[in-house]
DNA sequence: TTGAAAGCGTTACCAC
DNA sequence: GTGGTAACGCTTTCAA
C-alpha cells in the first residue's frame, strides 16, 4: 500500500493523503474520515525507502545529551554515536553531542534547551531520574521531537524508546557470577553506586535479593558509597575494609573500581579477595589481567551508542522505534579469555 | 556527489555515469576514462537511499542454504533470518530458505543450484569446507551473486562475507571457563565435534592450547567423538568413561550435549563431573538447569541469522558489506543467571 | 481545503 | 555508444 493507491482509492490527490497521515490539519473532516478508513482497512505504513529519500532534503540532526565527562565507560558509548553517525550518512544525518559531568540536572535542562534552540530533530539523552526533566522530555515530544533514553531510563514520561540494560537482571547476573568465583563461599563487601540514576539500585537490589536466595554460605558484611568516584570508593573501601578485616569478597555496583582496587592492594588483601564488578573499562581490564578482578559484567557501552542513534533515526523515519520501545542489551559477563 | 552532479560535469548523461559505476559495458573508452577520473578525484559513493527505492521494483530474492535439519541450534538462526526478512519488507526483499540434514557436498551443490534457477540476488550459505563449494561461490560471484557465508567459514574463495563466531577464540573462552567452573583442578575429557566444518577443530584446538597453556593441574585425559549426533555421542561417551574412571570435568566441542549428559547421569557421576558445553539449545538449557552443565558458552545464533541476511543485502544496496567482510559475533557466557 | 508538480538518487528502457 | 525519460514512494511548495 502506498500513499498513492490510497489515494486513488479515496479519489483524493497525494498531498491529501499526505496530510492526514502527518497530522498537518487542514482536512475536510468527512475527507479525513474517508482516508482514514481505507487507511485503516487496508493497513497502510510509511515506506522507509522512500521517506529516506526525503529525509535527506532537511538534513536532520539528532542532539545527544551524555554525563560523559570523566567516566570512562562512555567513550564506548560515544564511539557508538560516532559509527551510527557515519552508517547515516547517506540520509544526511549529522549528530549535535553535549557532554557534561556529573548529574546535576538544571545543568542538563540546558543542555537539552540548547539542542532544542539549534533546531534538533530528535534528541539521544542519559538522563537524569528527575520530575523536571521528565517534563521536559514530554514538552519536547509534543512539539514532535521524539527522546531516545540511553544506558538508563526515566520514570513517568513519554520517551519514545529505551536503550540499555536492564540493571536488576544485570545483578543477578553478577550475582551468578559471585557464586562462582567464590565457590558460594564469602564474606562479601559491596561497594555502591549513584542513586540518581534509575539503574545503580535496581542493580544493587537484585544483586543483594539473588546472593540471598540462593547463596547460605555468602554473607554479606557491609557497604561503602563510591560515588562513581574514584577517589571516594577508594576512602570508603579503606574504612570498610578496617571495619571489617574478614571480607574476603567485594562486589562493586557501578563506577569506582580503581579505587577499591587501590584500597584492597594497600591493604594487603589482593590474594584474598576476590573482585566482581562492571564495565570493561581500562582500569578494571588492567586490575583483572592482575587477579584482583576475576570477573566482569559488561553492558555493551559500543552498542548502547549506536542503537540509541539508529533509534532515534528509525523515529525520524517511520515514527516508531522499529525494535519496540526497549532495546535491552545483554550483559556479557567477562573473564580474562574473552575480554 | 551524486550520479547528475558527476554526469553534468562530465557532460554526458546520467545514464552513461550509471553504465560505467556497474560495468554495463557499451560506453566509449575515452568517455568512460573522463568518468571514471572524475569519480575518484570527487570521490563518489552510491546513495543507499535511492539504491532501496529502486532495488523495490526488482523484488530481489535472497537465497539461504543451512544444514539445520536435527540442529536445534538452526532454530534460533532461523528465526534470525525471519528477523531480517521482516525487517526488509520495505525494500521489496523476499527470502527462499533451503534446508539439509548433515554435510553431503553433492546434496549442498544441489540446493544452491536451485536457487541459483530461481533467479536469487545473493546467496547466504552455511557451506561444507569442500573445493567444490568454494568454486561454485566463486562461479556464482562472477555472474554478480554474491555470497555471504554463516555459522561456518570456507577457504579460498572469494565469498563476501563471513557472519560467526571466532571459533579459535571459543575454545579459548570455554578453557577460561573451564578454569573457573573447575577451580584450576580436573581430569578432563573432550567430546569432539564434526570436522567437515571449519570451525570445530579450531575450536577445539584453542581449547587445549589453552588448557595446558595456563591450567598445569588439568590434565586431558581422554577424548570422545560425537559427530554432532545423541545417540552417536552418547555411546562413545559412556565409552570414554568406561575407559577412564577418573574424569571429573567434560568439555564438548559442539553438538550432541544431550547423548554426553544421559552418559553422564546412567554412570552415576552427576555430582562429579562439571560439563562445559556450547550453545543455549533446549537440551543443554535444562541440563544447565539440572546442575550438570555448569556454564555454556553461546554464539548468538539470532544474531547470526539477522546480521547475515541484512549483509547480503548490504551487498545488493551497496556492493560491499558495511560492516568489513568478518562479522564476528562475540562469545557470551551463560550460567543459569544469565539464561 | 485541495490538487498538481517538482524533487530526493538510482536504474531501466527506449530511441537515436 | 549515448541521451532522454519514466519510475520507485514520499514530502514540499505553489497555485487554485
Do not use: W
Not at 8 to 29: A, E, F, I, M, W
Not at 165 to 182: E, K, L, N, P, Q
Not at 225 to 234: C, I, L, P
Amino acid at each position: 500500500m502506498t500513499i498513492k493507491q490510497i489515494a486513488d482509492l479515496c479519489g483524493v490527490s497525494r498531498g491529501t493523503v499526505d496530510r492526514v497521515l502527518n497530522g498537518r490539519g487542514k482536512v475536510k473532516p468527512e475527507t479525513e474520515e474517508r482516508v482514514l478508513r481505507t487507511i485503516r482497512q487496508l493497513g497502510y505504513t510509511k515506506n522507509i525507502a522512500g521517506k529516506a529519500l526525503t529525509l535527506k532534503k532537511t538534513t536532520p540532526v539528532i542532539g545527544v545529551v551524555v554525563s560523559s565527562e570523566g567516566n570512562p565507560f562512555f567513550d564506548d558509548v560515544i564511539e557508538g554515536f560516532r559509527q551510527a553517525e557515519r552508517e547515516l550518512t547517506d540520509y544526511g544525518v549529522t549528530l549535535m553531542l553535549k557532554t557534561m559531568r556529573g548529574y546535576d540536572v538544571r545543568r542538563q535542562l540546558k543542555l537539552i534547551g540548547e539542542l532544542e534552540e539549534a533546531g534538533v530533530s530528535a534528541l539521544v539523552i542519559q538522563p537524569i531520574n528527575d520530575a523536571r526533566i521528565a517534563e521536559k522530555i514530554d514538552a519536547l515530544g509534543s512539539n514532535g521531537i521524539p527522546t531516545i533514553t540511553v544506558n538508563t531510563d526515566i520514570e513517568n514520561s513519554c520517551r519514545s524508546c529505551y536503550v540499555g540494560s536492564d540493571y536488576a537482571a544485570g545483578g543477578v547476573t553478577a550475582a551468578g557470577v559471585m557464586r562462582i568465583v567464590t565457590g558460594g563461599k564469602a564474606k562479601l563487601g559491596i561497594v555502591t553506586g549513584v542513586s540518581m540514576l534509575l539503574g545503580h539500585d535496581q542493580r544493587h537490589e537484585g544483586f543483594e535479593k539473588h546472593i540471598r536466595r540462593v547463596c547460605p554460605d555468602i554473607a554479606i558484611v557491609d557497604s561503602a558509597s563510591a560515588m562513581d568516584d574514584t577517589e571516594h570508593s577508594y576512602r570508603m573501601t579503606l574504612a570498610m575494609l578496617n571495619r571489617n578485616p574478614q571480607i574476603d569478597a567485594i562486589f562493586i555496583v557501578a563506577a569506582g573500581a580503581e579505587g577499591v582496587c587501590r584500597a584492597v592492594v594497600e591493604k594487603g588483601r589482593e590474594k584474598v579477595i576476590r573482585v566482581v564488578a562492571f564495565d570493561t573499562v581500562p582500569a578494571t581490564i588492567s586490575m583483572m589481567r592482575s587477579g584482583l578482578v576475576r570477573a566482569v559484567i559488561c553492558q555493551q557501552p559500543l552498542r548502547q551508542g549506536h542503537d540509541s542513534v539508529i533509534a532515534a533515526f528509525d523515529m525520524l523515519l517511520s515514527g516508531i522505534p522499529k525494535q519496540g520501545n526497549r532495546i535491552i542489551m545483554e550483559h556479557q559477563i567477562k573473564i580474562l579469555e574473552n575480554l
